[in-house]
């Protein structure tokens, strides 16, 4: 986390008392061929496809052949990467970003984008293994062993990109106000993580959910330290249901290359 706590430390530091809160939450996704994806995703929330190819566009291949008639909207392929990276802390994509094309508003990315899928076009030599939590398990974990936190996860809004500063066009400066767990209309739950994530405007008890806001920072980060890694090579897949799983990487050394394609299906917000 790049935020600074109420206590003058850094967000996201790792609480060895947490941990039993957190083990076995990490998953290694099960790899399969594209052709049977469809079925693993809906049994586990993750997918891994060895080997499909090195060419990025078999992201929409695949996201028609595991989602079907369920696809409503797809945002575009997004090149991803860089070179001597630090740690990528654990997260869920998703992002308000709109541009006007032409006289009319067009969404480029949405918050509440459902599935999500990466594909490896050029690993890092070292480093950048990939961490997958289930946040189901984590959050059905804090409801029987931690039920302070869980309940303001679910039950107060914070400002889901409350202290991101300078941010880029496009994204409006209206407060997205949101729980880090609820459901949609259909029922299904959605597990959020947010860097930004600050107390609503004029929270009358500011201090006491900023302090709930870097726990849950914390625990995030602990959930993170103790998952299992495991190595996108080039041309796989990872698909992943973006409101159950929490995903991150190591840090690495060289360069990595990493395409990704968020979608919404008729099941989100």
Known sequence: MAETGTDGRRRGELRPELKDLVDGTGVVPRAV??????????????????????????????????????LRELFGIRPQGGTDSPVLGLHNDGAHLEADVHGRTVRLRDPDEDYLLMHCSAPAPLGGDSVLVDGYALVDRLAAEHPGLHRFLTGHDVDFFGSRVNPPRGVPPVPLLRRMVEYTRGGRRAVRASDYALPVPREPEWDAHLARIEEYSDLLATAFDAAPRFRLDAGDLLILDNYRYLHGRDAFTGSRTLHVLSV????AF
Do not use: K, S
């Open 264 to 267: 919404r299906t008729t099941e």
């Open 33 to 70: 061929p594209l052709a049977d994806a469809r079925a693993v995703l809906e049994a586990d929330g993750a997918v891994r496809v060895p080997d499909a190819g090195p060419d990025p566009e078999t992201l929409v291949v695949a996201a028609a052949t595991v989602l079907g008639g369920r």
